[in-house]
């Protein structure tokens, strides 16, 4: 659409294919599995259809869509277009409206052209154009970009999820029934711990990447949030040690908060147990089983509240390890290289958080 087309020389047909239909693509429909670009869709209307006086004697309505442009499952969208020589007057808004209003299409939008002129309608606002602009305006470019912003598939899969209703009892204040974590991250601050193994120093000031996971309400009612996050300990996997990638908060409260004076609570509690003789990749070491075994308790809170689609506070950290499994010699080895070896250890530290959330439903 950089140059401008003979628009004396055009008709119908050519505008549709040389302008409207490259709009379109432009604007994300035709190239994915998601998007339709559905062309000249024969609809038929009932006899009763727009008011008819005689159902049973009147003829029976039909018309014919030039575009339907669909994001699958989210919504739709009509483009009625017209040769150059046809002015955009009221009829032509009417038959573009009759289309998207058509109970198989149920369009929000109407898209009305030309090629020289645009004009964009929401359905149910037929008084003026949500948008319009002309083909040879120096600053269409911008008028394309407020239009990706109101039809692009990105633009109507939002608009759907803000318009659904959400059957499922609210998680909070302005939040739907399901969150969707969609990143996010966890601070260390500050680590103790009484035993040599323990990486405390090299967790202190850690981030840890939040990757995803999902906030809902559990079976016995409970708000249940499954958190992804990348690693736990020092630069170790979460798996090299027998500790999960995923945790399980819950909290007893109705709602989550929004006020940073009464937070929500949420409380993870696991323990497990690795078998003496793991494989196991120290860094900077090559490959090597660990001569002990040990089995662990770990109890991890989250206390904050939400803010701008955040879920924002303080996070405590509390672990207890007890080591079994160690033969005589890998103990004599592991006082020589630690200069004791309890059975026991504990660690426990605090930290911020910082999680993004958003309606999943």
Request: with cysteine.
């Amino acid at each position: 659409m950089s140059q401008c087309p003979d628009f004396d020389s055009m008709n119908e047909t050519d505008v549709r294919e040389t302008i409207v239909r490259p709009l379109i693509e432009s604007l994300g429909y035709g190239h994915d599995a998601e998007t339709r670009i559905i062309t000249e869709k024969k609809l038929r209307y009932p006899r009763s259809f727009l008011g008819h006086k005689k159902p049973k004697t009147d003829s029976p309505l039909a018309g014919k869509a030039d575009y339907i442009c669909e994001v699958i499952s989210f919504g739709r969208w009509v483009v009625e277009v017209k040769s150059p020589s046809k002015e955009l007057a009221q009829d032509v808004v009417e038959q573009a409206h009759t289309y998207a209003m058509h109970p198989e299409v149920a369009a929000k939008f109407f898209l009305i052209t030309n090629g020289r002129k645009f004009r964009l309608y929401e359905t149910a606002k037929l008084e003026r154009p949500a948008l319009e602009w002309n083909f040879e305006d120096e600053d269409k470019e911008v008028s394309l970009l407020r239009l990706s912003n109101v039809l692009g598939p990105s633009a109507l899969k939002t608009r759907a999820r803000f318009a659904l209703i959400d059957p499922g009892r609210p998680l909070g204040n302005g939040l739907a029934s399901r969150l969707r974590i969609i990143g996010g991250q966890i601070t260390n601050e500050d680590y103790t711990g009484n035993h040599p193994l323990l990486p405390v120093e090299s967790v202190k000031g850690l981030s840890l990447p939040v990757t995803g996971g999902y906030v809902t309400r559990s079976e016995d009612k409970r708000i249940m949030g499954h958190v992804l996050v990348a690693k736990a300990i020092a630069f170790i996997p979460n798996s090299a040690v027998g500790l999960p990638d995923s945790w399980d908060f819950f909290s007893a409260t109705d709602y989550f908060s929004d006020d940073p004076e009464r937070p929500t609570i949420f409380q993870n509690f696991v323990t497990g147990k690795v078998p003496a003789g793991r494989m196991f990749d120290f860094p900077g070491m090559q490959r090597v089983p660990i001569p002990f075994g040990w089995s662990y308790t770990q109890i991890n809170e989250a206390v904050g509240y939400v803010r701008e689609n955040m879920f924002v506070g303080m996070m405590r950290h509390t672990s207890d390890f007890a080591f079994s499994e160690i033969s005589p010699e890998a103990r004599m080895t592991l006082v020589k290289r630690f200069g004791q070896f309890p059975d026991a250890a504990h660690m426990e530290g605090i930290g911020r958080f910082e999680i993004s959330i958003q309606d999943d439903i």
